[in-house]
């Protein structure tokens, strides 16, 4: 149902049940939805038994009233073909064959901007996703976050908010230097497994090529960030750590570029030391008497805010523990003006997120409860050939995103430029084909397979048939189909294709209002096998010439709505398969 078509219907039924609550303090919730049952009609209504009870009236007499009101207004217009009233009192309604064909001359008129909306009113969002270590490779899961959070700042851009897409760098703690020891290790010659090497050094083959760059004094850039020459001197501990930083951020760079994910900004925890803004935040939460000092630790009562028990800040040793920067950055998300952030992060970050919340509402500076939102993910399996996989040669412990994008995009000729998109496009629609919070296997033989098992060819398939289609209509202008007569569309094939194209905006809407994307890639995948349905069931080139040029336009409109939905997940749309 096309949300002129539900404004409609609203005020159809606003004006049925006024008489009825003439004169109480009822205000009715008119709440239309989709039959679960297409038999069952278009849309469904419960308001009559909403207001019975109050009304000390029978729900079936209620409903009856109010459908007589709606089939006897002049606002009806032709909207409603017939009315019905199933069990205890819910209103069945069955729109008029020309309401579910509206929809095609709708699709045609707005193209690309079908489903978008100004919902958002330009309200600032900041989502922060991937948001990696500059330690290694990125692996699965951060391919998983990359996935999810693009296409939920798509999803929010294309209902009119002001998106900012930020990645985070964890460039400061434990595992930095960590990671400065270990390509100082190999930089002195020493492998994993031999007597020196450090016991928690990052084993991968990556750890070697940084160190091979830094004595060999090369430069390497990141986004947003300086160049930085190495020194080559083995014993510059600091030289190493900005050299290995920004070597790691650029592979990350080139691994994104890969996966098609643009960030707007960068921000490095490092700048949150070096600016003050950590020590301010410990400063304002010690003035605001939310902390104590206890074992030569300081702590937080976050238990003053629905955690389980309060947390350390700041240890005996002076260092702060992880939560510490992240209320800070909060805070500095907050003051850019973001009155709603959302963090797109691994499961295993449940825990911080009743803290990072209890420092900002200990702050007192006008951060709304909940504030940030989170979508949090589940691990990812990697299966090919049948097997887990469970480690690459490159990163030494893990399935890297670029091993993924690789293995899904199939083999190569020698010698010929990789173009990476159907691995991206694998990937990317895979990794969000499932709620965040669901463990996922991405079998990598059914990426690689050209099959109704392997979604992302199923739907991307739908769209490539009707571009064939539309390349043997050689005698019209696609321009002229928004004035076609779609009065022949009455097949009931058609009929379930026209009621699946205009579920499109309200699926936007509902993913939007629940953080799931995964919604729009179901939406895909039955939009996809209604076309295939569709297309098996009836031939659209027909002799009659009505409704040949009803079902090129209806063919049409089907593939902007593939279009629109793919490129919101960042896939493409291929004309041929």
């Known amino acids: 149902m096309l949300a002129a078509q539900k404004q409609r219907l ?11 609550v003439a004169g109480t303090d009822l205000q009715p919730n008119i709440t239309l939805e989709r039959p679960r049952d297409p038999s069952h009609g278009d849309v469904a209504c419960n308001l009559a038994m909403q207001i019975a009870k109050p009304l000390k009236k029978n729900p079936r007499e209620v409903a ?12 009806n217009r032709d909207l409603i073909e017939s009315a019905d009233i199933a069990g205890p009192g819910f209103i069945n309604l069955r729109l008029t064959a020309a309401s579910r064909q509206a929809v095609v001359k709708t699709v045609l008129q707005q193209g690309a901007e079908f489903g978008k909306s100004n919902l958002g009113n330009n309200k600032k969002v900041i989502i922060e996703f991937v948001s990696a270590n500059p330690t290694g490779p990125l692996h699965v899961g951060h391919g998983r976050q990359g996935a999810l959070g693009d296409a939920l700042s798509s999803l929010f851009q294309a209902q009119g908010y002001d998106i900012t897409r930020e990645f985070y760098y964890n460039d400061a703690g434990v595992q930095i230097a960590t990671l400065a020891t270990s390509v100082q290790a190999r930089g002195r010659g020493l492998k994993p497994g031999v007597e020196g090497w450090p016991e928690s050094a990052y084993n991968g083959d990556y750890i070697q090529d940084i160190a091979n760059d830094f004595l060999a004094k090369k430069t390497v850039s990141a986004s947003n960030g300086e160049p930085v020459t190495a020194s080559g001197d083995i014993n510059d501990i600091e030289s190493i750590r900005q050299f290995s930083v920004t070597y790691l951020r650029r592979e990350q760079d080139l691994d994104l570029q890969a996966f098609g994910v643009k960030f707007d900004n960068y921000y490095l925890e490092s700048s949150l030391y070096a600016d003050g803004k950590v020590e301010k935040t410990v400063q304002a939460l010690i003035k605001a008497d939310k902390t104590y000092e206890q074992d030569g630790a300081l702590w937080l009562r976050t238990t003053d805010y629905r955690d389980d028990k309060d947390r350390v800040m700041k240890k005996s040793d002076g260092t702060y523990t992880y939560f510490v920067p992240d209320v800070a ?25 009743a803290r990072v919340r209890a420092g900002l509402q200990a702050l007192d500076i006008g951060i709304p409860q909940g504030y940030p939102d989170y979508v949090l993910h589940k691990m990812v399996t990697v299966m090919r050939n049948g097997e887990e996989v469970k480690i690459s040669k490159r990163a030494g412990s893990y399935v890297t995103l670029r091993d993924l994008i690789e293995w899904s995009n199939g083999e190569t000729v020698e010698g010929e430029v990789r173009d990476l998109t159907r691995g991206r496009d694998a990937v990317r629609f895979f990794l969000i084909s499932r709620k965040a919070d669901t463990e996922f296997v991405f079998d990598v033989d059914i990426a690689l397979t050209q099959g109704d098992e392997n979604p992302v060819y199923y739907v991307q398939y739908a ?13 019209g202008d696609e321009a002229s189909l928004t004035n076609v007569d779609l009065s022949p569309l009455t097949a009931p094939r058609e009929a379930a294709l026209l009621a699946k194209l205009a579920e499109y905006p309200e699926t936007l809407q509902k993913a939007l209002e629940e953080l799931g994307p995964h919604q729009v890639a179901f939406y895909l995948r039955d939009l996809a096998g209604e076309l295939h349905s569709y297309y098996n069931a009836e031939r659209v080139l027909v002799d009659d010439e009505a409704l040949k040029m009803a079902r090129i336009a209806l063919m049409s409109a089907t593939r902007q709505v593939l279009r629109n939905g793919l490129a919101l997940i960042g896939v493409s749309a291929p004309a041929r398969m």
């Open 64 to 75: 009856q009233a109010l459908v007589a009101a709606l089939l006897d207004n002049p606002a």
């Open 329 to 353: 950055y909060h805070t500095v998300k907050w003051q850019r003006g973001f009155t709603q952030a959302i963090n797109v992060q691994g499961s295993d970050h449940h825990g911080t997120i």
């Open 10 to 20: 609203t005020e159809l039924f606003q004006a049925a049940v006024a008489p009825l």
């Open 463 to 475: 769209h490539a048939r009707i571009c064939s289609v539309l390349a043997q209509w050689t005698d």
